[in-house]
């Protein structure tokens, strides 16, 4: 129930809050006031009371006819005030004349203590406070005092405030609700005009940005970081269009081949053992783009993330597995391909996985060092990282490539590409095989040095 | 053997006839799942080669129906899903093998050959011309000339020997002799290296050569040309 009446706008929300707290706020504070001006009116319509009574005690004179009369005149203009005089007997002794006749606090009785103060109603419906008490007066005789105040001021001038503050505060409310849904509103535009601009921005102009308008604020901050997001994905944008040119080019050259060799073969009769040269070499390309598809149908996998066997290995093992099966290679080029390290450096990962990666770091090593250099692969821990090192001493990679050495297709020299290079995805598929087991892969050695490419894994204890 | 071929690609269906009749093969062309479902139902097979992407009649569901008519006919699956989950599916609804389109015909030929194989014994001692295998003491020997062969060129030789007369490819090779799961490029070169260095030893010092590179294929271990 408290969903549907949920109002669908934010500024609706936000100043429906608003007001509901505001209107708790200020009917706490309205009911202090009149409950603290109650208690303050009637602490000095009391002393009043207090003072008249004294005044009353001393000005009271007996009569003639042995009842009591007040000394000097009632104040005419003062119809609030009450008086009211008892004998201990209970005969009345005084009684003020506009009361007429109307009986104030009664003859004492036998509870009655030196002094009370009570609030009671008179008969015409007067609210009244009166206060009691029995004195001893200047005559020697000892009477009951009633002396009476009206409350009918104080409490007019209470209503009053009441009034006000019952008047007063809905209009309050109103305005500041108009306010707060004017501000909530203010506030909340340039969050619409986010959404409008971001409604705009498709796969087709993805380079444009929400404008940030205050940096500082919150909406900056989410306006930036929507900018980030936008930025990521051009990138990954770019990257895939990249790739699918990449791709496509690819392709396209062994098709062509296949092609051409076909077309050409078929021009004029060929003797058997040229035809057989010719499906060879067409099978060849066939193979090649079998490939090609393979390692692309691996990576898109790894895209959508491949589910990972992992178990803990050693990673020295790895490294030397890897190293096992491609070390005829090297020895074709008496090249000296060295596995070291510390075989106590152990790592959550798919061994086949990562084995790729180690794989194809050896194998560029090999393909692209010269004759008779050597080859190291050392395996060492650094605090809480497994690492292991591909070194050579071939012509290394040049500054301006190494950021790009590990994109798909991508090649350092682009002319070397196909009869000896592959088809550029060795170093993407290594980095997707390393950084799937959480570790990252980077080129570490400096120009000219030869190439030392690291691979550095989250190290587990056995 | 009268073999069964459910594929709806004319030019695949026409190689692969082709090329099992060229072994000595019988075989009959299914083009629809429905004509392979009819076939299966009139004739007797030894063995089917079942496409799984098929019109009308999916080609799971003719393998589960053969199955459940308690049909033991060896089936071997072609399929271009390259997923486990394809594989796991296709082996539980009791396909006998798989193959992964596009695949190379020689590696299709020694599948059929395994599975026709099933529960034959194995042959402990090959010979193909003057070459001379033992497998269980792993020796190898031509012309009564012991050949000092690595563990790896044993295998190698030894698997080319079994497969003797008919070509082998790298695939075939990088699974079966050195158990990878993912052929890559580094590993082609690897079996390439090796056959040099075999070659070496085998061929070289005679006058008859017995490995053969089948260009585009693989490699073929016979007695004369290619």
């Known amino acids: ?462 | 053997m009268h073999i069964l071929v459910v594929e709806d690609e004319p030019k695949v269906a026409q190689a692969l006839k082709e090329g099992l009749c060229r072994e000595g093969h019988e075989v009959a062309l299914a083009r629809t799942g429905e004509e392979g479902y009819y076939l299966l139902g009139a004739q007797s097979f030894d063995l089917v080669l079942l496409d799984l992407m098929l019109p009308g009649r999916n080609g799971l569901e003719i393998l589960t129906t053969l199955r459940k008519r308690d049909q033991t006919t060896p089936v071997l699956v072609l399929t271009a899903r390259d997923t486990v989950e394809d594989r796991v599916l296709g082996l539980d609804s009791g396909a006998d093998d798989y193959l992964i389109k596009p695949f190379a015909f020689p590696e299709l030929l020694a599948r059929i050959r395994a599975l026709s194989r099933r529960g034959a014994a194995e042959q402990f001692r090959l010979r193909i011309a003057d070459l001379d295998i033992d497998v269980v003491a792993r020796a190898a020997a031509r012309a009564g000339r012991p050949l000092e062969l690595t563990m790896r060129e044993f295998q190698l030789l030894e698997y080319l020997a079994r497969n003797h007369g008919r070509v082998v490819s790298r695939e075939m090779l990088a699974r079966d002799v050195w158990k990878e799961t993912a052929r890559a490029t580094p590993l082609d070169n690897v079996i390439d290296v090796h056959i040099a260095r075999l070659r070496r030893k085998v061929d070289d010092p005679f006058e008859t050569k017995l490995i053969h590179t089948v260009r585009g294929v693989g490699f073929i271990v016979k007695d004369g040309a290619p």
Do not use: C
Request: hydrophobic content about 45%.
């Open chain 1, 1 to 462: 129930v408290t969903l549907a009446l949920r109002p669908a706008h934010v500024r609706t929300r936000l100043t429906l809050w608003y007001i509901a707290v505001l209107s708790a706020v200020l009917a706490l504070y309205a009911a202090a006031t009149l409950v603290f001006l109650w208690v303050s009116l009637r602490r000095e319509l009391d002393r009043g009371i207090h003072h008249e009574f004294e005044a009353v005690e001393d000005r009271l004179r007996p009569a003639a006819d042995g009842s009591m009369r007040l000394e000097g005149h009632d104040d005419p203009s003062d119809r609030l005030k009450f008086v009211e005089v008892w004998s201990p007997e209970g005969r009345l002794l005084y009684r003020s004349a506009h009361l007429n006749s109307q009986q104030l606090g009664g003859p004492p009785r036998p509870d009655m203590e030196r002094t009370s103060v009570t609030s009671f109603v008179l008969q015409t419906g007067v609210p009244l406070r009166m206060r009691s008490g029995i004195r001893d007066v200047a005559s020697g005789s000892r009477v009951l005092i009633h002396v009476a105040s009206s409350e009918e001021r104080f409490r007019h001038e209470w209503n009053e405030l009441l009034a006000g503050l019952a008047l007063g505060l809905p209009l309050a409310l109103g305005i500041a609700g108009a306010g707060g849904y004017w501000l909530a509103g203010r506030a909340l535009a340039p969050l619409g005009r986010m959404a409008r601009q971001a409604e705009r921005i498709t796969a087709d102009n993805l380079q444009e940005r929400l404008p940030v308008e205050s940096p500082d604020d919150e909406l900056g901050h989410l306006a930036r970081v929507f900018n980030k997001s936008l930025e990521r994905l051009e990138e990954s944008f770019g990257q895939l269009r990249r790739f699918t040119a990449d791709a496509s080019h690819e392709l396209r050259t062994p098709l062509t081949a296949i092609r051409s060799v076909g077309e050409v073969a078929l021009q004029a009769d060929q003797e058997p053992a040229r035809y057989r040269e010719v499906i060879g070499s067409m099978l060849e390309e066939v193979d090649r783009v079998a490939r090609l598809v393979d390692s692309l149908l691996f990576l898109s996998r790894a895209d959508a993330g491949r589910a990972l066997r992992p178990q803990v290995h050693s990673l020295l093992d790895v490294a030397q597995a890897s190293a096992a099966l491609l070390e005829i290679l090297a020895e074709e080029k008496s090249q000296k391909l060295d596995v070291t390290g510390d075989s106590t450096v152990f790592a959550n990962v798919d061994a086949l996985v990562l084995r790729q990666a180690v794989v194809n770091l050896i194998d560029n090593a090999v393909k692209f060092s010269p004759s008779g250099t050597p080859i190291r692969v050392e395996v060492r821990r650094d605090g809480a990282q497994g690492v292991i090192d591909v070194a050579d001493r071939g012509p290394g990679i040049p500054e301006a490539h190494r950021s790009r050495v590990f994109e798909r297709f991508y090649r350092v020299d682009a002319a070397r590409s196909r009869e000896d290079g592959g088809a550029g995805l060795g170093l993407s598929i290594a980095r997707w095989a390393v950084e799937a087991h959480g570790g990252r892969i980077e080129i570490v050695s400096r120009e000219g040095q030869g190439s030392v490419f690291r691979i550095l894994l989250p190290a587990v204890e056995r």
